[in-house]
T-cell receptor
Framework: KNQVEQSPQSLIILEGKNCTLQ??????????LRWYKQDTGRGPVSLTI?????NTKSNGRYTATLDADTKQSSLHITASQLSDSASYIC????????????FGTGTRLQVTL | GAVVSQHPSWVICKSGTSVKIECRSL??????MFWYRQFPKQSLMLMAT?????????EQGVEKDKFLINHASLTLSTLTVTSAHPEDSSFYIC????????????FGEGSRLTVL
């Protein structure tokens, strides 16, 4: 069982609509949780990074939340655009080394007209 | 923000040949770089940690003689896929940690390898 589970696996929404992606993790302890956007055939690009003590962080139309008690995080996208079509990956890191990153399987988002 | 560059972005080779992929940190020094492999519709899987001036640390199940990693300088790590076979076809991504940013990890654009 993956230690970082994301849902839904894929999502199709109309341009302009909002959406929320979920990330549940069992990794413990953890030092921070990251959300990345990965366009097809490209490397991941960082959207947000939150430590265990942070509850929310925004980056433009992207807002991430974190509940360390329930081990859940969400990524909310406001007023979606066609360019938001990508895979969104939740990544949890373990204290001590950046190499110990546990990647979620991602949510593939498609924004359509 | 910091930039990590990979080259080539895509490569097609014949079975049995070796392919080298470069990963460069363009505006920062990285004592540690990481190499990942990603199959279609799957997560990134860490292959190895590349350490400047020392041997790479490989994840379980990754053959070190198959995937040679060299980190000769603070801005360059290379991954060589030796005697490539069709099953090695994948998307290879590197990342580097900028120590001036707290835990920030920057990814390269990835290299698509197709072995015929």
């Amino acid at each position: 069982k993956n230690q970082v589970e994301q849902s839904p696996q894929s999502l199709i929404i109309l341009e302009g609509k909002n959406c929320t992606l979920q990330c549940n993790y069992t990794v413990s302890p953890f030092s921070n949780l990251r959300w990345y956007k990965q366009d097809t055939g490209r490397g991941p690009v960082s959207l947000t990074i939150m430590t265990f003590s942070e509850n929310t962080k925004s980056n433009g139309r992207y807002t991430a939340t974190l509940d360390a008690d329930t081990k859940q995080s969400s990524l909310h996208i406001t007023a979606s655009q066609l360019s938001d079509s990508a895979s969104y990956i939740c990544v949890v890191s373990v204290p001590g080394t950046a190499s110990k990153l546990t990647f979620g399987t991602g949510t593939r988002l498609q924004v359509t007209l | 923000g910091a930039v990590v560059s990979q080259h080539p972005s895509w490569v097609i080779c014949k079975s049995g040949t070796s392919v080298k992929i470069e990963c460069r940190s363009l505006d920062f020094q990285a004592t540690t770089m990481f190499w990942y492999r990603q199959f279609p519709k799957q997560s990134l899987m860490l292959m190895a940690t590349s350490n400047e001036g020392s041997k790479a640390t490989y994840e379980q199940g990754v053959e070190k003689d198959k995937f040679l990693i060299n980190h000769a300088s603070l801005t360059l790590s290379t991954l060589t896929v030796t005697s490539a076979h069709p099953e090695d076809s994948s998307f290879y991504i590197c990342s580097a940690r900028d120590l001036t940013y707290t835990g920030e990890l920057f990814f390269g654009e990835g290299s698509r390898l197709t072995v015929l």
